[in-house]
């Protein structure tokens, strides 16, 4: 009887996690099947395993073939990571036969309520990262910044430049950023053919 209230409590928490938090800030459709079906499916698995009497080899196992689906499906960003994990610690309560249901409801709301925080526009909204791809090469990150701070509304935090390439002038970097009124007059920049041509002109005078 336990487990069959371990198992509704987590259809429930699942339920929440997806329909109630992810898709609502997220809408991202696809994620949907990949987290009932990553919960309901170790959820089922969790349920056999604590029926009979098994070794713990097979439950490192089961972590074992779930790496394997994470790192051979398409690449997830951080947000998407965190979900998937909660989803999937979702299905282990629900499915592991614990005697205390109150325990196994009080760690899945826990787990939703730090979701639903950490996760939360107003937690620290108006910070941000992304990987830019940059036109120059750059080694040294103060130059960096002083070149792509025009170019964003807000502040850069910090930059980390992953990859430069000075055969074709061009940088890879992660960005954190601080959204807010940025600079608004643009780059002024001088096209390489106008600078020869005022150089010819200035030999000839």
Same mark, same amino acid.
């Given at each position: 009887?336990?487990? &069959?209230?371990?198992?509704?409590?987590?259809? =429930? /928490?699942? *339920?929440? #996690?997806?329909? @109630? !938090?992810?898709?609502?800030?997220?809408?991202?459709?696809?994620?949907?099947?990949?987290?009932?079906?990553?919960?309901?499916?170790?959820?089922?698995?969790?349920?056999?395993?604590?029926?009979?009497?098994?070794?713990?080899?097979?439950?490192?196992?089961?972590?074992?073939?779930?790496?394997?689906?994470?790192?051979?499906?398409?690449?997830?960003?951080?947000?998407?990571?965190?979900?998937?994990?909660?989803?999937?610690? &979702?299905?282990?309560?629900?499915?592991?036969? =614990? /005697?205390? *249901?109150? #325990?196994?409801? @009080? !760690?899945?709301?826990?787990?939703?309520?730090?979701?639903?925080?950490?996760?939360?526009?107003?937690?620290?909204?108006?910070?941000?990262?992304?990987?830019?791809?940059?036109?120059?090469?750059?080694?040294?990150?103060?130059?960096?910044?002083?070149?792509?701070?025009?170019?964003?509304?807000?502040?850069?935090?910090?930059?980390?430049?992953?990859?430069?390439?000075?055969?074709?002038?061009?940088?890879?970097?992660?960005?954190?950023?601080?959204?807010?009124?940025?600079?608004?007059?643009?780059?002024?920049?001088?096209?390489?053919?106008?600078?020869?041509?005022?150089?010819?002109?200035?030999?000839?005078?």
């Amino acid at each position: 009887m336990d487990h &069959l209230i371990s198992m509704s409590l987590d259809i =429930i /928490a699942i *339920t929440i #996690l997806v329909f @109630g !938090l992810y898709f609502p800030r997220h809408r991202n459709r696809d994620m949907i099947v990949a987290y009932l079906g990553i919960n309901v499916g170790v959820l089922i698995v969790a349920s056999v395993l604590s029926s009979v009497d098994v070794s713990l080899g097979v439950g490192i196992g089961l972590f074992g073939v779930l790496s394997i689906i994470r790192l051979r499906s398409d690449e997830l960003n951080q947000r998407q990571v965190a979900y998937y994990f909660a989803s999937l610690a &979702l299905g282990l309560l629900g499915g592991t036969a =614990i /005697a205390n *249901t109150s #325990l196994t409801a @009080g !760690l899945m709301a826990m787990l939703l309520v730090v979701l639903w925080i950490g996760d939360s526009p107003r937690l620290l909204g108006a910070h941000r990262s992304q990987t830019m791809n940059i036109d120059r090469g750059f080694l040294n990150e103060a130059d960096l910044i002083a070149y792509i701070s025009p170019l964003l509304n807000g502040t850069v935090e910090r930059a980390t430049i992953i990859k430069t390439d000075l055969v074709n002038d061009t940088t890879v970097a992660h960005i954190a950023l601080k959204e807010g009124k940025g600079p608004t007059s643009p780059i002024s920049v001088t096209p390489s053919s106008a600078v020869h041509h005022l150089d010819t002109h200035r030999s000839q005078a």
